[in-house]
C-alpha cells in the first residue's frame, strides 16, 4: 500500500482545479484533505465538485493543521513567498504554482527556506510546452549535434490584447511583479535546453493601457507590457532574441524557438514538435528520443519526490531562481535602458 499523503490547497484557480486537484487526487494513497480559497463560498463549490474534505478561508489553518502533509499553492504569485516560507517553516512539502514569484528577490528568499529544510520537497509548476521534447534538444546541444551555439532566437507572438475581454491578474504588476506576458516560460525552457542567461538589455511599450475589471465593472490601468524585445548573451557565449507581443493580430513570424550552431540549427515550434537542419542542409522533422517524450505528470512527480526522494527535476527552485532573475532583469532594463547582468539582480 502506498504512503498515505495528505494535501492541503490554498488558491483553487484554474489550474488548480483543472490539473494539480485531479493529478494529485489520481495517485494512490493521496487524501485531499482542505481547501483555502478567497472565500468560503468558492471554496465549498470546490470541495463539493473535486471531493475535498474541508473548506477555511485563513491560510493558517493550512499551515497548522497536523493532518496536512503537503501544500499546494495555486495563488497568484503576490502571495507565492509567503506561502512557500509559511508551508516549509509548517513542516509541510510544497508545490506551488508557476511563476516562481514577483521578483527575484522574492524568489531567493523562497530559495533560501527550501534550503533550510533539505528533508521537505519544494517544487514548482514547470513550463508546460516543451516535455515532449526538452530532453532531446539538451542532448543534442550537450553532445555538440549542432555545434557551437551561436544564436537563439525566441519568439511568442500573437493579437490577444486586442480583444475586449475582462482584466485578467497577469496584466498588473501587484499580482504579477516582474513577470510579463510568457516570458518566464520562454526563458525556463531555453535554460532547461542551453544553461543560464548573463545579461539582458530590453524594450518594452504597453499599448492596451486599460481594462474593465469583471468583477467590479470598473476601468483599470495596465501596468505590464504587452510588447517586449529582449538582446540577452547567454553564459554559454551565445547571444538570443526574445520577441513577445500580445498585439500582433496577424504575426508574420511563427511563435517557438530557433537554436543556431555551426554545424546545424534546430526549431521548436509551439505545439511541441521539432525539426533539424544540418550546416547547408535542408530541415527534416525530429522525433524525441525514443522514451523521452514526457507528459503532463507534475503532481505524480511531486509525490514521487516526496515518497522515494527523487529529485526535483521540473522545476526545482535553483531553476526557478535563475527564470525570476531573468524576468526581473529584463524588467530593470526596460526602465532604466541599460544593460543588467543577471548576477547583479
Known amino acids: 500500500m502506498a504512503q498515505p499523503l495528505r494535501v492541503g490547497f490554498i488558491g483553487a484557480g484554474a489550474n488548480t482545479r483543472l490539473r494539480h486537484i485531479p493529478g494529485l487526487a489520481a495517485v494512490e494513497g493521496v487524501h485531499l484533505a482542505a481547501v483555502c480559497n478567497r472565500s468560503l463560498e468558492s471554496g465549498h ?18 499551515f497548522e493543521a497536523d493532518d496536512i502533509d503537503a501544500v499546494c499553492i ?16 509548517s513542516g509541510k512539502h510544497v508545490l506551488c504554482e508557476a511563476r516562481m514569484a514577483m521578483d527575484a528577490a522574492e524568489a531567493r528568499a523562497m530559495l533560501e527556506a527550501a534550503k533550510a529544510h533539505p528533508d521537505l520537497v519544494a517544487q514548482l509548476v ?26 537563439v532566437h525566441a519568439a511568442l507572438l500573437n493579437g490577444n490584447s486586442l480583444n475586449a475581454a475582462p482584466l485578467h491578474w497577469r496584466e498588473q504588476h501587484r499580482y504579477s511583479g516582474t513577470n510579463t506576458m510568457f516570458l518566464g516560460i520562454l526563458a525556463e525552457m531555453v535554460h532547461r535546453w542551453l544553461g543560464t542567461t548573463e545579461y ?14 469583471g468583477e467590479t465593472g470598473q476601468s483599470v490601468a495596465l501596468d505590464i507590457p504587452d510588447s517586449l524585445g529582449v538582446l540577452a548573451r547567454m553564459t554559454n557565449g551565445a547571444r538570443a532574441i526574445y520577441r513577445l507581443s500580445t498585439v500582433l493580430p496577424n504575426p508574420m513570424d511563427a511563435s517557438g524557438v530557433a537554436i543556431y550552431g555551426t554545424r546545424g540549427s534546430l526549431h521548436w515550434r509551439q505545439g511541441d514538435t521539432m ?24 503532481e505524480a512527480d511531486f509525490v514521487a519526490s516526496i515518497r522515494e526522494g527523487k529529485p526535483v527535476e521540473l522545476t526545482n527552485f535553483e531553476d526557478g531562481l535563475a527564470y525570476m532573475q531573468f524576468t526581473d532583469a529584463v524588467w530593470r532594463s526596460w526602465h532604466s535602458g541599460a544593460r543588467v547582468a543577471l548576477a547583479d539582480v
Open 74 to 89: 495555486g495563488t497568484w504569485p503576490y502571495r507565492h513567498r509567503e506561502f512557500v516560507v509559511r508551508a516549509l517553516e
Open 200 to 213: 539582458v538589455l530590453a524594450d518594452a511599450a504597453t499599448y492596451v493601457t486599460a481594462r474593465v475589471d
Open 45 to 62: 463549490r470546490v470541495a463539493d465538485q473535486l471531493g475535498i474534505d474541508r473548506v477555511t478561508d485563513d491560510p493558517a489553518a493550512i
Open 275 to 298: 525539426s533539424l537542419a544540418p550546416l547547408g542542409g535542408t530541415a527534416t522533422p525530429l522525433e524525441p528520443d525514443a522514451g523521452t517524450a514526457g507528459e503532463w505528470t507534475v
Open 126 to 151: 514547470p513550463a508546460p510546452f516543451d516535455f515532449k521534447s526538452w530532453r532531446t534538444i539538451r542532448r543534442l546541444v550537450q553532445e555538440g549535434a549542432l555545434g557551437e551555439i551561436r544564436e
